[in-house]
Nanobody
Framework: QVQLAESGGGSVQAGGSLKLSCVFV?????????MAWFRQAPGKEREGGAA???????SYADSVKGRFTVSKDNAKNTLYLEINSLKPEDTAMYYC????????????????????WGQGTQVTVSS
């Protein structure tokens, strides 16, 4: 019913920037009320990075505030994540996620609250 496909990852040096994209395809009967970017580093739990509510409100994890910018282009069915001032600790697989139900604790949200996931795109930052 919902398909998500991320792209834009790569290997960059610390201080660089990347813009990730997530193209989403879904049935017209579905309303995606919340979309988000999560990341997971090797050996660590999946953590939220940035999310956008259906009304355009955004939420960011404290660790990425000021460096991550999430946006959504409904005409292109694409979710974006712009990452600036990349740090080695940003190295992770980045996943796009979506759900029809808004997170009950917005602006807080958790991976378990999202039903639809992409395959991920790898971001590697070297020092």
């Amino acid at each position: 019913q919902v398909q998500l496909a991320e792209s834009g990852g790569g290997s960059v040096q610390a201080g660089g920037s990347l813009k990730l994209s997530c193209v989403f395809v879904y049935a017209y009967s579905i309303n995606l009320n919340c979309m988000a970017w999560f990341r997971q580093a090797p050996g660590k739990e999946r953590e939220g990075g940035a999310a956008v509510y259906v009304d355009g409100r955004t939420s960011y994890a404290d660790s990425v505030k000021g460096r991550f910018t999430v946006s959504k282009d409904n005409a292109k069915n694409t979710l974006y994540l712009e990452i600036n001032s990349l740090k080695p600790e940003d190295t992770a697989m980045y996943y796009c996620a979506a759900d029809v139900s808004p997170p009950p604790g917005w602006p807080f949200y958790y991976a378990s609250e999202f039903s639809y996931w992409g395959q991920g795109t790898q971001v590697t930052v070297s020092s």
